[in-house]
């Protein structure tokens, strides 16, 4: 069965990074992109960017650009979220989400709680 | 770039029917479809409704959704309410760019 997982939380300073994985299984890997989005606590989704695992190209949301870089492993079926320069409006919980090209997700990783805090 | 715009909150008894409106700020809302998740506390996003009007499997068709026009915004409708289906409710559209556009997400209290 499809299942998307994602690495423990993290608990970060300001000014530092986080790198954030998301392990796929159960699917050919390279079909479907990925999207990230995170959850402010107590706050709504922000859609952060897409990777297309298969050819590894990006598009972030302006909001990240220059701070957010997505990557992938097609060896083990794994995509990478790096947030650089991390502040405390960063804390949040993180999720991938799988998608087919300019359609809805159907499937969620658990999500990653990062905390940035001094 | 456009806006979706959500009420923050609605309620309604079991058994009723409720609509949640997501209005688009420009631009018309019958461009780019529309998806609908459900959201429950501490869990992950799940597709209730895509491309505006489509069921997932295993999503009940008490689940509806529609667009219209006329007021450029589209809506979830939820029928036959259960207390199961007490949830943050969140539209998404896509931009120019295909990225994607969230609601600020309504929450639903069945009581």
């Known amino acids: 069965q499809v299942q998307l997982v994602q690495s423990g939380a993290e608990v970060k300073k300001p000014g530092a990074s986080v790198k954030v994985s998301c392990k796929a299984s159960?699917?050919?890997?390279?079909?479907?992109?990925m999207h990230w989005v995170r959850q402010a606590p107590g706050q709504g989704l922000e859609w952060m960017g897409i990777?297309?695992?298969?050819?590894?190209?990006?598009s972030y949301a302006q909001k990240f650009q220059g701070r957010v870089t997505m990557t992938r492993d097609t060896s083990t079926s794994t995509v990478f979220m790096e947030l650089s320069s991390l502040r405390s409006e960063d804390t949040a919980v993180y999720y991938c989400?799988?998608?087919?090209?300019?359609?809805?997700?159907?499937?969620w990783g658990q999500g990653t709680l990062v905390t940035v805090s001094s | 770039n456009f806006m979706l715009t959500q009420p923050h909150s609605v309620s309604e008894s079991p058994g009723k029917t409720v609509t949640i409106s997501c209005t688009r700020s420009?631009?018309?809302?019958?461009?780019?479809?529309v998806q609908w998740y459900q959201q429950r506390p501490g869990s992950a996003p799940t597709t209730v409704i895509y491309e505006d009007n489509q069921r997932p499997s295993g999503v009940p068709d008490r689940f509806s959704g529609s667009i219209d026009r006329s007021s450029n915004s589209a809506s979830l409708t939820i029928s036959g309410l259960k207390t199961e289906d007490e949830a943050d409710y969140y539209c998404?559209?896509?931009?120019?760019?295909?990225?994607?556009?969230f609601g600020g997400g309504t929450k639903l209290t069945v009581l």
């Open positions: 990777i297309n695992p298969s050819g590894g190209s990006t």
């Open positions: 159960g699917y050919t890997f390279t079909s479907y992109y």
């Open positions: 998404q559209s896509y931009d120019s760019s295909n990225h994607w556009v």
């Open positions: 989400a799988r998608a087919q090209t300019g359609t809805a997700p159907d499937y």
């Open positions: 420009s631009g018309s809302i019958a461009s780019n479809y």
